[in-house]
Each structure stands twice: as C-alpha cells, then as structure tokens.
C-alpha cells in the first residue's frame, strides 16, 4: 500500500490532510463477516455509520475499532490478546457507565475487568460460558480457577501484562493452542459486542471454531428466538 493524502472539497476548494497515515501490508485475517450470506451488512454498515456521527457514541467506537484492527493484525498472540481485551475493557465502559448507566465509576473500578465484561456481554445476550470445542482453553485455565471464557481470557491477558518468573512459566505452560483459542475468543466478544451496539440482526462467521468451512455461519445470538 501506499501513501495516500486524504482531502475534502469544501465549496470548491479542497482541504488536504497533511498527518501521518496507519497503513500496514495487506494480510489476510479472520473476522465475523459472513462471506457467502452478506445481505445483511450493508444494513449494519449504515447504523454503524450513524453511530459514528453521535457525539454520545462516535470517539468510543471509532477507539474501539482501531484496537479490534490492531489486535486482528497483532505480529504475535500475546499483543493480540492483550489488545483486544483493551477493546473489550473500553467498550465496557461506554456501555455499562457511559450510555446505559448500568454502574457508577466507582462500582465499575471495584468489579474488574472480569465481571465488567461478564456484564455488558450478559446485557447483549453474548454467551460467556466456555464454548466446548475450546478444549485447549479450559483444560489449561482450569488451575487459574477460570469459571468461564471471560474469565479465561482475563487471565491470560494479566499473565501476560503482570508478567512474573511463575506467570511465565505458567504461560509456557499453557501452550500456543491454548492462547491462539484465547486470542480468538476475545476477538469475537468484540466483534459480537460491536454487532450488538449496531443492532445487527443476521449472520455472522465463528472464528473459533477453526475447522468450519466457508458458509458454516451462525445467527448472532441476541437474533435468535426461543
């Protein structure tokens, strides 16, 4: 890719945007959408869009969006986990303190980062229970008494972040399967999180089940009926 110069025509007179430009090489990742049945993004698309014009809603999300890209594109699993939990942390607090006042400030800083994020994933119908095919995860949590996938990847991420000499050993220990399903998994709290705020109702693609084929795609779970 190269360098671009963004500008605007403003009554015929064009305003150029001299700043330096995010750009990186292109690469393929893995992400939510719905290759073979996309008939529904362009609807999320628009609310997205709208959203980012909402001064209540516009400089959280797009902060949100850069860490989902940043973690989708990390160079190893370790940044990726991290990254995005920091976007799962962030939307947690526009939707829990910001918009949908669930919690005060003092009350969200005293539950921590595990139980905010149980919260707002609960309040979009996001299932936190460890999906049964991460066998990996569980297996290697299950001494750092992880209850659930939140609270796995939470404690990934902190062993990660509060690195020790038992924290990387314990690390090690966990094995690269264990933290390339971790790193998907939260990567989809996200990715299913930012769908919720758009009010997305249709498809989207399982990015932790890694053996799916192209089409295998499921209803985002807030869209299904009982």
């Known amino acids: 890719m190269g360098p671009v110069l963004p500008f605007a025509d403003i009554d015929g007179m064009p305003l150029f945007v001299f700043s330096p430009s995010r750009l990186t090489t292109w690469q393929n990742v893995e992400s939510w959408f719905p290759r073979l049945k996309p008939k529904d993004a362009g609807a999320a ?33 370790e940044s990726s986990i991290v990254k995005a939990q920091v976007g799962l942390e962030l939307l947690a607090w526009l939707i829990l303190v910001d918009r949908h006042e669930c919690k005060s400030k003092t009350m969200y800083r005293h539950d921590g980062a595990a139980k905010n994020l149980e919260d707002m994933l609960s309040l979009f119908r996001i299932p936190v229970a460890f999906p049964v095919h991460l066998e990996h995860l569980k297996s290697g949590t299950a001494a750092w008494s992880a209850e659930n996938g939140v609270h796995a990847i939470v ?3 902190n062993h990660i972040i509060h690195s020790t000499s038992v924290k990387r050993r314990e690390l090690a220990t966990l ?14 709290y996200l ?15 399982d990015r932790t089940r890694f053996n799916r084929f192209l089409g295998q ?3 985002v779970p807030w869209g299904m009926t009982s």
């Open 45 to 77: 698309f628009n609310r997205f869009h709208q959203l980012l014009q909402d001064p209540d809603w516009g400089d959280g999300l797009r902060h949100a969006i850069e860490w989902y890209v940043d973690a989708n594109t990390a160079d190893t699993l």
């Open 217 to 219: 795609d499921q209803v």
């Open 191 to 205: 990715e299913l999180s930012l769908l919720a705020i758009i009010e997305y109702i249709g498809a989207y693609s």
């Open 175 to 188: 094995g690269k399967m264990a933290k390339l399903e971790a790193k998907h998994l939260g990567l989809q």
């Open 155 to 157: 404690k990934v991420r």
